[in-house]
């Protein structure tokens, strides 16, 4: 049994009049109350009464805390996020369900990050799925029948190395922990298109956020997805852009006026100059040495991402490629991945990736030999962020490579 109303066996139908008896105290408090409402949370946590009571109840003050009740009508995103987070509601799939889109490739993260707050971020997420769970509610007096899920187009194409960035990252996690704790079956399909070869790097490292339920509604779409989601949605709801029919009336293939296609963020909307970061490793380099940190590519289209900074004065970075794990070569005995340049570091933390094409021992190679009287102090962070094809769950997700040795070399370039 599906365990949805017209579809429940006899215990499925006990154990909902348990729930709905057991939470009597909060009803109210919930923005529906009918069984198709609270089989939803029934339903993401496998008929488990205590778990979905807890979970309802920890839903309830979630919306107390973030004044979720008020916040479609009482509270909008600041300009920049209005302006420069992609994505917007768009039409309706075949049963009516309202779909929206997430267009990623032009999204700036590290601009937006540095003009907004991460907590206006979550808000505006939270103000979108509220716009979303009224709208089904608006489609379900309209077609007579129950809509409560959404389906959802992700646009990847020209997802980049910038959206790897660890703080969106991070932050895009804690969204989808809250989509999944407060908007239990709210989604019902994903469609990912044009996904590029970073794709699968990208999705290991937010999938463990993600439920085992909501993993297998998301549909990785390849060349043919225009027949795909033609399957799914009306040419007539589908944008031009994306295969079907629908414009805005102006005749804009692209729907702008619902979906928010963007760009990069002004600096005249930045409000700090970086993003508080914490560090895993500190080390200390000695005046006019450097210090060498190694780490074993085992397959290609791996990323090996960093960040770092110093905590007096500017430092010297550079990324280099050698043949064997262990063994000191200088840098010009090494073939130079990523230029060797000085970072004033002391006064913003310097952060980059690089997609590696090869397999091979990467170097990371900090540069202090051009000061003659000052050690360097430096905090940093270093990953080596798998593909999702080569992740299994019992494999640590920094170990793509290895990491393991540090090397030092003094007076030498």
């Not at 989808?176 to 994903?190: A, S």
């Amino acid at each position: 049994m599906s365990g949805r109303v017209g579809d429940l066996s006899p215990k499925q139908a006990e154990t909902l009049e348990q729930f709905r008896e057991r939470i009597q105290d909060i009803l109210p408090q919930l923005p529906a109350q009918n069984d198709h409402f609270l089989l939803r949370w029934l339903r993401a946590r496998n008929f488990n009464v205590q778990k979905s009571e807890a979970m309802v109840r920890k839903h309830v003050e979630f919306r107390k805390h973030m004044k979720v009740d008020t916040i479609t009508t009482e509270w909008r995103p600041p300009e920049v996020i209005e302006k420069y987070l992609s994505g917007g509601m768009c039409g309706y799939d075949r049963e009516g369900s309202p779909i929206w889109y997430d267009v990623i490739g032009p999204v700036d993260p590290k601009g937006l990050f540095l003009s907004a707050s991460k907590q206006d971020f979550i808000k505006s997420k939270i103000r979108d799925c509220e716009i979303l769970r009224k709208e089904c509610t608006l489609q379900t007096q309209k077609l007579g029948r129950n809509v409560e899920s959404i389906t959802m187009i992700y646009d990847v194409e020209g997802l980049g190395l910038k959206h790897l960035w660890k703080p969106a990252i991070e932050t895009f996690g804690e969204i989808l922990q809250m989509f999944e704790e407060n908007y239990p079956e709210g989604l019902k399909r994903l469609f990912v298109i044009k996904a590029p070869k970073l794709f699968p790097v990208a999705y290991n490292l937010i999938k463990h956020f993600l439920s085992e339920i909501t993993r297998q509604k998301i549909h990785i779409l390849g060349a043919n997805w225009q027949e795909v989601l033609l399957k799914y949605i009306d040419a007539e709801e589908l944008p031009v852009i994306y295969g079907g029919k629908l414009t805005d009336p102006d005749g804009d293939p692209r729907c702008r006026t619902k979906i928010n296609h963007v760009g990069p963020v002004p600096t005249s909307y930045y409000v700090r100059d970086h993003v508080k970061v914490d560090y895993e490793q500190c080390m200390t380099i000695s005046r006019g040495s450097t210090q060498q940190l190694d780490y074993e590519i085992l397959f290609p289209g791996c990323v090996l991402r960093w960040q770092f900074a110093t905590e007096s004065a500017d430092v010297g970075f550079g990324v280099f490629m050698k043949a064997k794990k262990g063994e000191w070569k200088k840098a010009a005995q090494m073939e130079e991945i990523v230029p060797n340049q000085r970072y004033n570091s002391h006064l913003v933390p310097e952060d980059g990736s690089l997609t590696c094409e090869r397999p091979g021992v990467y170097v990371l190679r900090f540069d202090n030999t051009y000061s003659i009287f000052q050690a360097k102090r430096i905090s940093f962070t270093v990953e080596v962020l798998l593909p999702d094809r080569l992740q299994t769950p019992k494999t640590p997700q920094t170990n793509g490579g290895s990491v393991d040795h540090v090397q030092a070399e003094s007076n030498s370039q």
